[in-house]
């Protein structure tokens, strides 16, 4: 059996680095981190909040990349991963890169925990339709032949040679051993999806 942490951190707790450091010497398996980009004042239906969860850890989230990259820096062997990311709410390149780059700085250890969020407000902030953000996850993760903005070699769970990124004019070649097979969702729909993966809301 393997076991990981996931913390909702702030600026207010303990710093990533700090508690990764700590989870791997207890000697637990994985550390993971949430995302929420901010909690809109104008709101109007109340957080999704659960016993224990904070306010404060969903308008002060830390953004988990960054968050995680520090923590890569003071570990050697747990896994690193988003538990979940927003991706509807990135620029799928620039996702692709950071996570590309967290993944090779990290030596591979990095899995991108994938969901579509459940605050209105929030997606809307970032210009998602929230009644099309499956099909904007979609868009931006699932492996297409072309013309999209993520596109991904044939073995999804274990990639040698990563990702790629491609538009109509130029292409980001990550060539990295990135773990593929928790980004997409069975729920997508796609036929790469690996079995086993999983999607969700958000926390």
């Not at 707790?13 to 791997?24: C, Q």
């Not at 207890?26 to 104008?42: A, N, Q």
């Not at 013309?147 to 070699?153: G, Q, S």
Request: hydrophobic share 40%.
């Amino acid at each position: 059996m393997r076991l990981g942490i996931t913390a909702a951190l702030t600026d207010l707790d303990v710093t990533p680095a700090a508690l990764a450091a700590a989870i791997e010497e207890i000697g637990f398996d994985s550390f993971w981190l949430p995302e929420h980009t901010h909690l809109p004042v104008r709101e109007d239906v109340p957080p999704a909040l659960v016993e224990g969860v904070r306010l404060d850890d969903y308008k002060r989230c830390l953004d988990p990349l960054i968050a995680l990259a520090t923590a890569a820096a003071v570990t050697e062997r747990i896994g690193l991963g988003t538990g979940i990311l927003l991706a509807a709410q990135h620029d799928p390149i620039v996702l692709a890169k950071s996570v590309a780059t967290l993944d090779h700085l990290s030596g591979g250890r990095v899995t991108l925990g994938v969901g579509v969020g459940w605050n209105r407000a929030e997606a809307e902030d970032h210009g998602v339709d929230f009644g099309r953000r499956w099909f904007v996850v979609r868009e931006h993760l699932a492996p297409t032949e072309r013309e999209r903005a993520w596109t991904m070699v044939e073995d999804p769970v274990m990639a040698r040679g990563g990702c790629q990124v491609s538009t109509n004019t130029s292409r980001i070649d990550m060539r990295l051993e990135t773990r593929l097979g928790a980004i997409l969702s069975e729920l997508l729909g796609t036929e790469r999806s690996p079995s086993g993966a999983r999607g969700g809301s958000g926390s």
